[in-house]
């Protein structure tokens, strides 16, 4: 993809988008609510949660995980759209997550230079992109910090989604 297109309008402060199915999920930080929307822009709230951040991502049986940082839990998305604890972090102040029970051998994968990295995610071609608030642009970045593509945006971006 080489622009950008708008799905949905209207909302506030929107932060980690995830890929699920053929929706994209985010969390609109300032009503406290994950949304879907699909390719036609059509969207529904998923969950509200009182929480800033509001940061998701899917466990490996497909459910969605929710960071409720103010009281430092790990909630989970029943199929009858109620909230259960998943686990307990500890304290409060977390934010964006990831789930993957593989990683190993930590190093650093790049250096991004003049680049101001945010949201970062991976594709689909080893590559990764992240969204770059002051210099108002989403990067794509090959091992070892080629830039490979950039997509100028009106405003600063705080994260983006690779395509499924």
Same mark, same amino acid.
């Given at each position: ?10 909302? #506030?402060?929107? @932060?980690?988008?995830?890929?699920? +199915? ?5 969390? !609109? ?14 969207? @529904? ?5 009182? %929480? ?28 009858? *759209? ?7 972090? *500890?304290?409060?102040? =977390? ?5 993957? *029970? ?6 650093? =994968?790049?250096?991004?230079? @003049? #680049?101001? $990295? !945010? *949201?970062?995610?991976?594709? #689909? ?17 090959? @091992? +070892?910090?080629?830039?490979?593509? %950039? ?12 395509? $499924?």
């Amino acid at each position: 993809m080489s622009g950008t297109r708008t799905l949905v309008t209207g909302r #506030g402060l929107v @932060e980690s988008p995830r890929w699920h +199915g053929d929706r994209l999920y985010f969390s !609109d930080w300032s009503a406290g609510e994950v949304v879907a929307v699909d390719l036609d822009g059509d969207s @529904e709230v998923v969950a509200r949660v009182a %929480s800033l951040p509001l940061c998701t991502a899917w466990s490996p049986e497909g459910r969605l995980l929710i960071v409720s940082s103010p009281d430092g839990r790990l909630l989970r998305l029943e199929p009858d *759209g109620s909230l259960v604890t998943h686990a307990e972090l *500890g304290q409060a102040g =977390w934010n964006d997550i990831v789930v993957d *029970g593989s990683l190993s051998g930590r190093r650093v =994968w790049a250096e991004f230079g @003049e #680049g101001t $990295p !945010d *949201g970062i995610c991976a594709d #689909g071609e080893n590559a990764v992109w992240y969204a770059d608030v002051p210099n108002r642009c989403c990067v794509r970045v090959a @091992e +070892g910090g080629k830039a490979l593509q %950039s997509v100028a945006l009106d405003r600063g971006g705080f994260a983006c989604a690779g395509w $499924p």
